[in-house]
């Protein structure tokens, strides 16, 4: 029996969303177990508004408006209060259209920025000019890589974050064509990256800018390493985490810088990760970068139902539009327009671990 009685009529009901198939299905298990790290801590106090929070996971894994269909129906019981995930934007696009403002929604994934988010999508995953923008500015004055190629995911997320790159190179330094001479984006689930590896262009190029997804990301750092690249070649991500280092192993990732605002032995990692490891045991899937954003959506959350006293999307907007600062575990935090606002890193992988070298952001 839990504080709270046990009545689901005396809950907060959110829908998680995390593949559990598919290339980004890597990420589930670290991700549905920083969630329950959240929920533990939540429903050790007061809950969300004196009631006790409750998870579903869904399988952001299926084509997006398969997802969106589900959100659909359980969102028609009127039993759902909010809505967060990690998953790619196009599932994101889908559910915001489900969604259509009624509660809530957390994306809690690095995305290519949102021109006019529909009401009621709050993001707590960071847009390009928060992560890799400021990455390759670092990388061009620390080290001096100014030339890239791009290997992408064929969808919404890496074609409009290489949108973002193209524009920044051009009206920042004016130099595109000599700066991009190769990009390529492929179908998510990708096995074989030979092409691109071989691709004379690539040897004009400092580095590569890998927006792939999960298990992909892993694949094609295996191969960069097996074509010798990675001894003359950086490459920069946003989408690394400790269990695609984990997954391409030791050997494969050297050179490869990540960009992100949580790393588990940054300012408050370790604390969190001994949390993490007294809940889930010795062996619990890896506290990472992106598991821990969904553990800080789901915490943002708790603070903006706080903020609002409601969780109607109204109440809530207009809370974040008072310039509200919200108390979370991370400290206090606060919102551009829809954006959460927090400081960005950069890390370079030492063998399966990240080395923290700088603030970017």
Known sequence: MTPFG???ENSIEVLNIVPQQGPGGIFAPSCEAAISLAVEEINGGSGILGRELRVTHLD???EPEDVAREVSALLAT???HAITGWH???VRRA???ANAGRVPYLFATDHEGVDRPPPGLFLVGSDPGRQILPALRWLRRELGARRWAIIGNDYVWPRRTADV????LTDRYGELAPSLPLERFVPLGTEDFADFLADPRLD???GVIVLLVGADVARFNKQFHHFGRDERQLRVSPAVDDNVLLGAGRGANRNLYVPSSFFVNGPEGRERAERYRRLHGAFAPALTN?????????????????AAGSLEVPQVHAAVNEGTTLETPSGGIGFDGNQVVRPAYIARAEGVEFEILDRIC
């Open 6 to 8: 046990g009545n689901p």
């Open 60 to 62: 952001g894994g299926r």
């Open 78 to 80: 009127g039993m759902v």
């Open 88 to 90: 790619t934007s196009a």
């Open 95 to 97: 559910v915001s259209r």
């Open 165 to 168: 790159v193209r524009t920044e």
């Open 204 to 206: 004009r190029v400092d």
């Open 290 to 306: 992106f598991s821990n954003t969904e553990y800080e959506a789901v915490h943002t959350l708790h603070a903006l139902a706080k």
